[in-house]
């Protein structure tokens, strides 16, 4: 079974940064495209980046482009988003997905069946 744990949330300043993870047991993760989601209160779950099973195809929302950054390690089976000059607005619980298939990458939520429990990220000073 699909197991994905997200970590390396937290409390920032407007302006840091935070690394967060997506480990995966279970499986291994260079059959699976991986996307990064988050859900603010009150709001729907949005795709923040997408990165395909070797990193050839990596899809980033505008909302972050320039600031964040996907990678992947298959080799530890983890998953990064790289997320720097934080601004309030990317307050949300941060949660990753994996679909599995190569060359392929999506921002949508409905397109990923395996989810992760979440990650809470609050940018506040």
């Known amino acids: 079974q699909l197991h994905l744990v997200e970590s390396g949330g937290g409390l920032v300043q407007p302006g840091g940064s935070l690394r967060l993870s997506c480990a995966a047991s279970?499986?291994?993760?260079?059959?699976?495209?991986i996307g990064w989601f988050r859900q603010a209160p009150g709001k729907e779950r949005a795709g923040v980046s997408s990165?395909?099973?070797?990193?050839?195809?990596?899809k980033v929302a505008d909302s972050v482009k320039g600031r964040f950054t996907v990678s992947r390690d298959n080799a530890k089976n983890t998953v990064h988003l790289q997320m720097n000059s934080l601004k309030p607005e990317d307050t949300a619980v941060y949660f990753c997905?994996?679909?599995?298939?190569?060359?392929?990458?999506?921002?949508?939520?409905?397109?990923?069946?395996?989810w992760g429990q979440g990650t809470q990220v609050i940018v506040s000073s």
């Open positions: 997905a994996a679909r599995r298939g190569y060359n392929w990458a999506s921002l949508t939520p409905a397109d990923f069946g395996s």
């Open positions: 990165i395909s099973s070797y990193g050839g195809i990596k």
């Open positions: 279970g499986f291994s993760l260079d059959s699976y495209a």
